[in-house]
């Protein structure tokens, strides 16, 4: 997971006849766990809970790497994301350039 590039985007909006233009920016992110290999279990975890819920039919797709699941459903299942020393270190090492990036 290392930032790629970060944009910053201008949104237009008009709501009741009012308009306003607010600035967002946006992160491209790779994915440092990249691999041909096929995951038994893939989560898009946001650290947010709303709008993080699966359905039972999602859930069970998920356990079987069919759907990817969202916050709640790491906390139901229990799940421990285990990448070992070499790449946890790899992992700390690259979250806290991505860290950098974002607060200059």
């Known amino acids: 997971m290392c930032i790629r590039d970060r944009y910053k985007l201008s949104w237009h909006t008009t709501q009741n006849g009012v308009s306003s233009t607010r600035d967002e920016w946006v992160l491209c992110m790779a994915n440092l766990f990249s691999t041909n290999l096929r995951f038994h279990q893939k989560y898009d ?33 229990e799940s421990v994301i285990e990448i070992g020393p070499d790449m946890s270190s790899r992992f700390l090492e690259q979250l806290e350039r991505d860290v950098q990036v974002c607060i200059s």
């Open 45 to 77: 975890l946001k650290g947010s809970r709303e709008g993080r819920c699966v359905t039972a039919e999602e859930l069970q797709m998920g356990t079987q790497g069919d759907f990817t699941l969202r916050d709640y459903a790491f906390e139901e299942l």
